[in-house]
Every structure is written in C-alpha cells, then in structure tokens.
C-alpha cells in the first residue's frame, strides 16, 4: 500500500547523482526518463527516434479480483462481493504474506492451503500472493540497514526461505501463482525497497526467481509491480530483466490530490510509460492494487481506470476494498460504488482467466 510521496526535491537530489550531462532547464525526472526510454529503443536496434509500440487493445473483459484481506477468514468475503456485483466471476484472489518475519514468508500452512483450494475450484481463477523481499517489511528501516540486508540477500542468505514458500506453492496446488514480489519497491513503505542499493536489489530479485523457479512442477509468474510515478526512484531503475519479469504491474491509487486522470497517465513513469515499457517486452501489464486515495468519492477516476484497463494488455485487477479505497467494502464512496458496480456488475472475466496467457520463455 502507498502511503504518501518522497518530496520530488529528494528523488530529483538522486537523479542528479546518477544523471549526466543534463542540459539547463531540463527537468531531472524527465531527463531521467528519456535516457532509459532512449536506451530501451537502442537495445533493441532502433538508436534515436523509434515509433512507440502498439498498446491500445479493442474493449474487452479483463480478470479481476479484490484484496478483501490477507488471511484465509477473507475468502468467503470475495463471494459476497460477486454476489453484490450480481454474480460478477471474480477470477483473481489476491493476498500478501505478512512479512513480519522470514516464517512469513516461508508460509502460513492453513493461509496457502486455503487460498490454494479457492484457486483450485476453478481452473479459470488465480492467487495473487504478495510476497516481501526482506525483513520486517514494515520495520521503519533505514536505507543503511536495509542496504546491508540487500547485499546478504544477493549471496544467498535468505534462499531456503523463498524455497520453503515455492515448495509449499506447490504442494498445495499453488503453483501457478502469481507473485508480486518485493512490490512498491520504488517508494518509501517497505523495507524490500529498490532506493537503497538498486544493483543488489536487482540481483537479490534474479536470486530469488531462480530459486523458486527450480521447484519441479512450478509454473509461478513474476509480477514487477511498482507505484505509478516517479516516487523514490524512477522504478526502471529497478527493473531485474525480461528473464525474470513475467509481468509488468503498477499499483495506481487516485493520488495525488487534485490531479486529473490525464496526468496520472503523461506523468513520468505513468501508465503511459508502463504500458509502453511492457510493450516493447511483449509482456501483458496489471494492477494489483488500485482504488480511491486523495481525492475522495471520484467516479470519474472510476470509470477512467477501468477503461484504461479494458483497452490496454491487461493481465488482471484487483481493487483494494477497504476504506477509503474501496467501493463494496467502504461505505465513503457511495457515488464511485455505483459506478464500479455498473461496470463489473455480472462481468464473467476473460475466458480462461489469467492462466491462459502462458508464461514467458525461460
């Protein structure tokens, strides 16, 4: 969950560090910006201008969920919503490892045999886990403690822990969830953040897919999931590998306050720049989490978000349910509710559900 934004005054203080050769009266974020753009067309052979890929998809049916909380007692709640939503098929359950020690992450017994077994009833749906990369994920760490938790991380320290989990995913019938590790780690929130030391972040990230990935019988797909914007560090600069990467997410609140649908989309490592970075990847992008934040009750961001979501290569949504988020689970939004549940209401998913799009090659 994104809570607030560094001061832009901080991340620009860290681009300056990292970027040369910034012509007077760029604005650092946008030079950022440009150099990573430039390089991602030069990796692929079109050095200088390049058209911009193909995102735009006809309207079409996307799979959706809602976090409606993380333990096992959540479940029978996604049934009231979709019964609220007239029978909506809600194909993604979405929840999150606590992260308050490493038996965290290795995972609960009862929480993953469960949210496998709702997974398993239907072939069209999906478990979203979210799972942290250190901890305690919500330690108030510094950028030094967690730097030096980085650098034991990338040799290997934590590995049996992110094993333990895959071999109980498995076990369970989990194996083909889809993990949103380390998420939001272009911010401030977690300790399994980027800032500290992006290296070691991203060969900590390539670590523990590899582990996971020797599991026989897995089929897991990684979900990079920053914030939406330019928080703490411009989240290209966390991006671990198309090797690693399955899926390109973006949690997307209605923040900041005052800001228009337009903007969150144009802004700096936006939704624009997410669904063309994924393009050029041929990766699907998500949004694991999204809902109301600073603005209040906001049906047009609503309706907007779902449209956006609808006509681009989405591979799923979940909406964060809870107040002052949500819609069925938050009694605040009375108008943005009506507008979801006009939207979703009776909503049979995409045929297949998540699931059908394969992985990507290994």
């Given at each position: 969950m994104r809570f607030g934004r560094l001061a832009l005054a901080a991340s620009a203080l860290l681009l300056l560090l990292t970027t040369a050769s910034v012509p007077s009266g760029t604005?650092?974020?946008?030079?950022?910006?440009?150099?990573?753009?430039?390089?991602?067309?030069?990796?692929?052979?079109?050095?200088?201008?390049?058209?911009?890929?193909?995102?735009?998809?006809?309207?079409?049916?996307?799979?959706?969920?809602?976090?409606?909380?993380?333990?096992?007692?959540?479940?029978?709640?996604?049934?009231?919503?979709?019964?609220?939503?007239?029978?909506?098929?809600?194909?993604?359950?979405?929840?999150y490892l606590a992260g308050n020690g490493w038996a965290d992450v290795e995972g609960e017994n009862q929480v993953l045999g469960l949210w496998s077994q709702w997974r398993l009833r239907d072939p069209a749906r999906t478990l979203v886990l979210g799972v942290p990369m250190l901890v305690p994920n919500e330690g108030n760490l510094s950028d030094g403690q967690v730097a030096?938790?980085?650098?034991?991380?990338?040799?290997?320290?934590?590995?049996?822990?992110?094993?333990?989990?895959?071999?109980?995913?498995?076990?369970?019938?989990?194996?083909?969830?889809?993990?949103?590790?380390?998420?939001?780690?272009?911010?401030?929130?977690?300790?399994?953040?980027?800032?500290?030391?992006?290296?070691?972040?991203?060969?900590?990230?390539?670590?523990?897919?590899?582990v996971m990935r020797s599991v026989p019988g897995q089929h897991f797909r990684f979900d990079f999931?920053?914030?939406?914007?330019?928080?703490?560090?411009?989240?290209?600069?966390?991006?671990?590998?198309?090797?690693?990467?399955?899926?390109?997410?973006?949690?997307a609140y209605d923040m900041p306050a005052d800001a228009s649908f337009e903007e969150m989309v144009t802004e700096p490592y936006g939704l624009q720049d997410q669904v063309e970075f994924a393009a050029r990847r041929g990766k699907p992008v998500s949004y694991p989490e999204w809902g109301l934040f600073r603005n209040g009750d906001n049906p047009e961001y609503v309706r907007r978000m779902i449209e956006w979501m609808r006509t681009h290569d989405t591979a799923y949504q979940t909406v964060t349910d809870y107040c002052p988020h949500g819609?069925?689970?938050?009694d605040r939004n009375p108008r943005s509710a009506a507008v979801f549940r006009q939207l979703m209401s009776g909503s049979k998913g995409a045929p297949g559900g998540v699931s059908s799009r394969a992985p990507a090659r290994r």
């Open positions: 604005p650092l974020s946008q030079t950022a910006r440009h150099d990573v753009f430039s390089a991602d067309t030069a990796e692929d052979g079109r050095r200088g201008a390049a058209p911009k890929p193909a995102v735009l998809r006809p309207p079409h049916e996307v799979p959706f969920g809602a976090f409606v909380g993380s333990w096992d007692t959540y479940i029978p709640q996604i049934a009231k919503l979709s019964t609220w939503l007239r029978n909506a098929d809600l194909q993604v359950g979405h929840t030096a938790l980085l650098a034991r991380g990338t040799k290997g320290e934590f590995d049996q822990r992110f094993l333990k989990l895959a071999r109980k995913l498995v076990g369970f019938g989990g194996g083909d969830t889809v993990l949103t590790l380390g998420w939001e780690m272009n911010g401030t929130t977690y300790s399994s953040r980027c800032r500290p030391d992006p290296a070691a972040w991203k060969a900590y990230w390539r670590r523990i897919v590899t999931t920053p914030t939406r914007g330019l928080d703490a560090i411009p989240w290209t600069r966390c991006y671990p590998g198309d090797d690693v990467v399955d899926i390109i997410g973006m949690d819609f069925w689970g938050c």
